[in-house]
């Protein structure tokens, strides 16, 4: 179990407690902040491909499903994709998403974010340009 005490000059402010699970190669599977008091239980699972990029992170919040983010590379292990939704049964979370795209050299060519109002993606926003963002 890890701690983080925080504190506003001499006066404690509040103590974080958080404790995880790790698999052989080191990835972080598990986050759990069980013990933290004043605030809810959260748990956040996470997993991997086989090149260590992270899939699927997912969150319970004092026992509650809460968010699923998503997560998609190319061939070359770049995010191309993420999109976060709400799980079966859980707290209601706003369905959004973004997708990127790059050029040769690993540049941003583009960046498209997007919100799922319905049963359809609307986008929202769209960068093109000279990779900059």
Same mark, same amino acid.
């Given at each position: 179990?890890?701690?983080? %005490?925080?504190?506003? =000059? #001499?006066? %404690?402010?509040?103590?974080?407690?958080?404790?995880?699970? %790790?698999?052989? $190669? =080191?990835?972080?599977?598990? $986050?759990?902040? !069980?013990?933290?008091?004043?605030? @809810? %239980? *959260?748990?956040?699972?996470? $997993?991997?491909?086989?090149? &260590?990029? +992270?899939? +699927?992170?997912?969150? #319970?919040?004092?026992?509650?499903?809460?968010?699923?983010?998503?997560?998609?590379?190319?061939?070359?292990?770049?995010?191309?994709?993420?999109?976060?939704?709400?799980?079966?049964?859980?707290?209601? $979370?706003? &369905?959004?998403? #973004? !997708?990127? #795209?790059?050029?040769?050299?690993?540049?941003?060519?583009?960046?498209?974010?997007?919100?799922? @109002?319905? &049963?359809?993606?609307?986008? *929202?926003?769209?960068?093109?340009?000279?990779?900059?963002?």
């Amino acid at each position: 179990m890890n701690k983080i %005490r925080l504190r506003r =000059g #001499a006066e %404690r402010v509040s103590a974080i407690h958080w404790s995880g699970q %790790r698999e052989q $190669v =080191g990835r972080q599977l598990t $986050v759990d902040n !069980n013990g933290t008091s004043g605030v @809810p %239980r *959260v748990i956040l699972t996470s $997993v991997y491909d086989a090149a &260590s990029n +992270r899939t +699927r992170l997912s969150a #319970a919040v004092g026992g509650t499903a809460d968010f699923e983010n998503d997560y998609t590379f190319d061939d070359m292990n770049r995010m191309t994709r993420v999109e976060q939704i709400g799980q079966g049964g859980g707290n209601t $979370v706003a &369905s959004k998403g #973004a !997708n990127f #795209a790059y050029n040769a050299l690993s540049q941003f060519t583009s960046v498209e974010r997007q919100v799922k @109002p319905s &049963s359809t993606w609307d986008e *929202v926003a769209t960068f093109a340009g000279n990779s900059r963002l």
